[in-house]
DNA sequence: TTGTCTTATTTTGTATGCAAGAAAAGTCAA
DNA sequence: TTGACTTTTCTTGCATACAAAATAAGACAA
């Protein structure tokens, strides 16, 4: 007979989660740079666990998409280059359009008033950042609404596997960002205000748009909305990627013309 | 310096791998069903390893989508319900009818060859079938050039990330398949020798309209045209499924209507 | 110096031991 | 018998030991 049975307050998998985060952390904070060589000896006394769970986290975050690992040679930070990365958004633009379509059809209520306030919050912050002078944390705020946004889209759209799948590209996402991206906002740091205000109030109307779309129950209009959403998003990646492609080892000139630019 | 570098005839993990092959082939050969306990010292006594390989193993299967992992609890073979089986049906339609769209743009000559030769052989089986006795042979054959054929489309797509996502979901549907769907095989193979030489002839013509829409270079065409095809092989999963409805504990009625019989 | 062979060190892959949690069996009152 | 409590057995999670492979360092001839 069971004690207490499930969901009793047991530590689960106690060290191996705290190598998972730890390593994950360091990934996506850009400590770890893509192609760093992943030890699990290192790794373990970091982390202060043994071998056993950090390499059980190194397969952990390989699922993830942001580890390699290849047999007898250890795993290393996951190394994106051109190709990958334009198949990253190829997949994130359809499965994300595809999410907004289920979510005008299936949302709930719920859904629709957490979207909502993701929403109306972003459009908050993006009227005070008219007129702030401090704008960091107007902006690091603006863009935890952003993700929130785009989350609760995917969670009324109701498919726990598309859910998951658009999770992982994030993530992926996320690593290019923090190294190849990021590199360039301290260069144009000069400009981007007003340049960007612009842009913050440009993203604000197609989210408008996206979630009238999403609560009339119109999931063609809904999928549009967000593709041309985010191949906007995606286009201004490539765009700032670009700058950094000497960083790319794997890139060639036959790469450049970009699927989503011909559509 | 190194000896021989990269690309050696090393063994490469060899034990985790052979794990990995033994159980894989349990859960897809329907030994271990769906919510069958995976032990790991079970496991490594009947695969001929030690328990640390088959912990990375059932990791590595976790990843697959074929095996469910719970802290403490232990493995076991994923447990899948009707919703999760429709929300598997509702990503594969969207990932594969975009990589026939992505095949009709990026197919190179070799892919092209290769998917006419599975289509070819499809159809010269077929056509024997019409008259032959001894079917089962033919229709094995059958079914791997199907598979010939869907996955010539896939790597056509030239989206490696996109088909390491639908590969993922083709082993989830044939636990589906192998557990749900086949327990009906004997009960109607009385009728369904001429019924099936009907869907085949009709497979055949999708197949042939997909293949054309592709070499053509029509992107919106090969979408729509395997769109349609894949609703209806899934539509018919999901009614022989229906059939041994009895065996999903989550079957709702609320989970009854279909997003791909509305659309 | 440079290139090649040999030796030493590091790191991975695997097996195994042990503690703590979970499942099963046993015990006993009603 | 049933139901709750206790005890036992089993299983997982983690640490560690060890062999084999990979990497790095050293030796030595040209």
Redesign the interface.
Known sequence: MPRKS?SSG?V??AHTNQACEFIRHKILSGAYPPGYRLKTIALAKESGVSR?PV??AL??L??EGIVDIR???GACVREINFR?FK??C??RL??ES?SAE?AA?NHSLEDIVEIQDAFENMQVLVGKLETATEIDPLVQELAKQDIRFHLAILNAAG????KA?VLR?HLFNKIVNINFIRLNRDNDSALANTDNQERRRWVLECHRKIFEAIKARQPEAARQTMREHLKDIIDRSVIAMARNEKRFESLRAADSEL?YAST
Chains 1, 2 share one sequence.
């Open positions: 499930l047991t689960e998998n056993t390499r059980e397969r952990q390989q699922t047999p007898r040679l990958e198949e990253m190829e997949l359809t499965l595809f289920l059809t498919n726990s596997l598309l799948d590209l699927f």
